[in-house]
């Protein structure tokens, strides 16, 4: 636990400092797991220019990772101190200044299984938002039976030559590398000839396609791998030893999508304003208004029950890490998260559509608003929130076997 005294100072200075370094332009400005805001990586487009400047000097001070260690590229903070930096952001409106799978996923396997030239190698890059990373995990015939995955990669020399095709792999066609789980050994049980390999996107013989989802974007692809020549050296941990480091990476990614859809993040930016939250707005606007109360009392209900469940979850998931002690990695319990908070996500998307009425089944067209339309399609992208990152039937079955210990 830091020292209360300790932590005032830093809030002082972290307020001074946010205040003197992050633009006006950037304040205000959304970020979501599903890809708004900033990014980085060798293709990143910064919107507005500012955000350059917000992501360097964040970077600069280490507070893009704020509790990554310093000669990582990180900012060194305790847990408490990350906190408070995270309020002091929230307060002055300023966005994350850097998101992504290298922050979230990749970075912090590294640091719990990676060797120290991998550290030396990866982490600062992430930490400046020089290099954007995507996950190649999921395969054709292989998603919720992860361990069924057939790429392959064959020792030649202190290379690997690897061969296979990767989907659902989100935002491929932005990124610089990807993590990837291959076959080593096909031999082997299937959870013990796999291993996990670092894989430049720029190597010969890569390739993707993006492929649209339901909601009109396509922010995920199809990537191919020909004859891929991947050195040794880049296989994190052992050879065949990949499926402990691909579920320590699960449990990263699903603290991240916890988060995300109200865990910390979220929750902050929730808050009530004096013209009520934004499902009370909406429900104004769509004549749902009455001066003061919504009219409509079963709306009223679902809202209050949604933003007190929202609220709830918020509050558990910060207890849970306060909890945690120092160096906490994820658990079975994150699958707890992710399965709440993305049915909570469902739920709201679902209700602020029924909400806009008609005008929530907006595709395209003179008739609807853009704010109508980017409903419609945010409520179809929210479907998916209980498949990606393993899907709720699949964290449900985690739950059950190694946080209940229920017989298979
Ligand atoms: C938006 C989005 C982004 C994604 N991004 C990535 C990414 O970047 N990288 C990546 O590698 N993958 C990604 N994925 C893939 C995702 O991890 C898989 O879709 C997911 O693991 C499910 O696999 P599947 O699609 O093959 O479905 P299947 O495994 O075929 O499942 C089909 C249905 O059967 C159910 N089911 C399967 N097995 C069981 C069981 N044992 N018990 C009960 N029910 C079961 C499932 O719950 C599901 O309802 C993404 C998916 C989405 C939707």
Redesign the pocket.
């Known amino acids: 636990m830091s020292d209360p005294t300790d932590l005032e100072a830093f809030r002082r200075e972290a307020r001074q400092w946010i205040e003197a370094n992050a633009p006006p332009e950037i304040r205000g400005l959304e970020s979501s797991i599903e890809g708004a805001g900033n990014w980085g990586g060798r293709r990143a487009t910064f919107d507005p220019p500012e955000m350059k400047v917000w992501m360097e000097r964040m970077a600069e001070r280490g507070w893009t990772a704020p509790t990554w260690p310093t000669e990582y590229g990180g900012g060194g903070l305790s847990k408490d101190h990350a906190k408070v930096l995270g309020q002091e952001l929230a307060r002055a409106k300023a966005p994350p200044a850097l998101m992504g799978f290298g922050l979230e996923m990749i970075g912090p396997t590294l640091l719990q299984f990676g060797t120290e030239e991998q550290k030396d190698l990866h982490l600062p890059k992430i930490a400046r938002g020089e290099i954007r990373w995507?996950?190649?995990?999921?395969e054709p015939d292989a998603?919720?039976?992860?361990a069924s995955l057939q790429m392959k990669a064959v020792r030649d020399g202190d290379d690997f030559i690897v061969n296979g095709t990767?989907v659902?792999?989100?935002y491929g066609d932005l990124s610089d590398w990807i993590f990837c789980l291959v076959r080593t050994d096909p031999e082997a049980k299937k959870q013990e000839g796999i291993t996990f390999l670092l894989i430049d996107m720029d190597a010969p013989g890569v390739s993707v396609k993006p492929i649209q989802?339901i909601s009109g974007k396509s922010?995920?692809c199809e990537t191919r791998f020909d004859d891929v020549r991947v050195p040794v050296a880049n296989v994190v941990s052992e050879i065949d030893a990949g499926w402990t480091v691909a579920k320590a990476l699960l449990g990263y990614e699903r603290e991240m999508i916890a988060d995300a859809f109200g865990g910390s993040r979220s929750g902050s930016k929730k808050k009530t304003t004096g013209q009520g939250s934004r499902l009370v707005q909406l429900a104004r606007h769509y004549g749902f208004g009455n001066g003061g109360a919504l009219s409509d009392g079963v709306l009223r209900d679902e809202i209050a029950r949604l933003e007190m469940d929202e609220r709830a979850f918020h509050l558990t998931v910060q207890r849970s890490r306060d909890a945690a002690k120092a160096g906490h990695r994820p658990g079975p319990e994150s699958s707890l998260f992710k399965v709440y908070a993305t049915e909570l996500n469902k739920d709201r998307h679902e209700l602020m559509v029924r909400i806009a009425g008609a005008q929530g089944l907006g595709w395209e067209g003179p008739g609807y608003e853009d704010e109508e339309i980017a409903l419609t399609r945010a409520w179809l992208r929210s479907r998916?929130n209980s498949?990606?990152?393993?899907?709720?039937?699949?964290q449900l079955?985690i739950i059950a076997k190694r946080v209940l210990g229920l017989p298979d």
Do not use: A, R, V
């Open positions: 995507c996950q190649g995990y999921s998603g919720s039976d992860l990767k659902w792999t989100s989802l922010p995920f998916g498949i990606e990152g393993g899907t709720s039937e699949i079955n």
